[in-house]
């Protein structure tokens, strides 16, 4: 039974649950927590809510997060798993666990830890995905 990739997304999200991130934002440095999750901290400007994460600057963000975008310029950790149905990134962008997204655009350098499964990613700079990816439509790379 082949799913279209978002078909999946949902799939995985509904099976894995939702957990409740709150609203922050940051500008200067700050930390977070998100309950079940763990704490964060972020330096430059954030967003951190269940619609968007999004950093300027550096971040050390919590595993396990599921949220409708990522955008990251400068430096972010995720220590651990990362589910986003849209993700833009650039600087320097670790995913420690395995990275689930819709759609994602790298430039710079993104490492990820586990594997990485969505529909399209365009790439550019150095990618590093440890345990392979898995491709709906296509990748571009340049």
Request: hydrophobic content about 30%; charged content about 25%.
């Amino acid at each position: 039974m082949d799913e279209s990739g978002p078909e999946r997304m949902k799939d995985y999200e509904r099976e894995r649950g939702s957990v409740d991130i709150p609203v922050t934002h940051i500008s200067g440095a700050g930390r977070f927590s998100v309950p079940g999750l763990g704490d964060g901290r972020i330096a430059g400007v954030g967003h951190i809510s269940p619609e968007e994460v999004r950093v300027s600057g550096t971040g050390t963000l919590p595993g396990g997060l599921n949220v409708g975008r990522v955008n990251t310029s400068g430096s972010a950790n995720f220590k651990g798993d990362l589910t986003a149905e849209t993700m833009k990134v650039s600087g320097t962008t670790t995913v420690q666990g395995s990275l689930n997204f819709g759609s994602l655009r790298s430039s710079g350098s993104l490492r990820v830890g586990g594997a990485a499964r969505g529909c399209s990613m365009n790439a550019s700079g150095l990618t590093k995905i440890e345990e392979g990816i898995e491709l709906e439509d296509e990748l571009v790379s340049f």
